[in-house]
């Protein structure tokens, strides 16, 4: 007699318990089952300790939480489809109509559009603040501020601020702050113990990560993290995160667990590159200036000597350069169609490297005093070898000759 489909579903074998290997398993659901109707009313999906539902964790994204949590020094950590799900989800959890949230002026672009195009809606409102005058940042308080966003070293223009100063002022205001760590990864430094021995420690609230870039590391997952220190308000941005029903795939989460073992590797090497890329950019005399924040003549850089400089691999990936006003956007453009290795594409922290040209003057509210007029490029410095991405550069500036 052939076997029946129940045969086939309600097999009774299971594998040996024991089973050991470098990478975790890859557990995938929507459906989880209790053993009894009481262990069903019982179980509680807020605490880990049991599985409930899918959307609610399984031992692969567990798994993942911890380690991110280990990663950035936080406690509790909740996984989304994206870095920009992970600042929305925060919005969302975090602020009503009336509130107002401060972001820096170079904030990663979508998060200020979606402040721009989506908060406004629900009437929240919005502040953009300067991220080099701590000051300014002291000034746009206001008693509806209930949120302050965070960015070291800001996207794009990669200005590193007085991090230390602004938490500072967050807390003495009483207002929460949220970091978007994805620059610093959770190694260029900890968001969680800026200060190293002070005490109580000097904190972020919020560490919100794009787990796209360097921990996925392949240019080929989108995934956000949501980390957290303060039980009670993991908890309110859990909540949030149940009833929006966010998530992350089995196969997602299993490919991050895979490229956070290489992570600090990774990180190092990058950044070893991308700051001799960046040191030859200096000599070149097509760039207006070259934004690093490991240069000394990048804004913010002493900053990023305070917070970074003492840390193995103490900068990601990515500088940027301004071309000199005698060279046209057109010309800029043939400059960066002319390069072989690196390709055109959002995005960063894959092995790929890429390129960018931005045009600031839409992004910011005024061209900023600390940055040369001209047209700006962004370099993302994936994993090739430095003297082939130096001689790419070199051969496409020769376009413009
Ligand atoms: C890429 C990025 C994000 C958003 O990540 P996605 O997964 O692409 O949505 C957020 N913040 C910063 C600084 C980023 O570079």
Known sequence: MSASSTDLIHHPYTPPAGFAAPQPGVFKASTVFFPSVAAMRHFDWKDKSAYTYGLHGTPTTYTLEERLCTLEGGAQCLLVPSGLAAIATVALALLQSGDEVLIPDNAYGPSKALAEGELAH??????????????????????????IWLEAAGSVTLEFPDLLEQVRICKAAGILCALDNTWGAGLAFTPFDLQPGASP????????HALTKYPSGGGDVLMGSIITTDERLHMKLKLCHMRLGLGVAANDAEAVLRGLPSLPLRYRSHDEATRALARWSLTRPEFAQVLHPALPT?????HWRALCQNTPGGAAGLFSVI???DYSQAQVDTFCDALKLFKIGYSWGGPVSLVVPYELAGMRQGWPAHLQPGTLVRFSIGLEAVADLQADLAQALQCLA
């Open 201 to 208: 420690a000097l904190a972020v609230d919020i560490s919100v």
């Open 323 to 325: 071309f000199k006003p």
């Open 298 to 302: 990048s804004p913010g850089h002493d």
């Open 122 to 147: 629900w009437g929240i409102s919005h502040r953009f603040y300067d991220p080099l005058a701590p000051q300014d940042l002291a000034a746009k308080i206001s008693p509806r501020t209930r949120l």
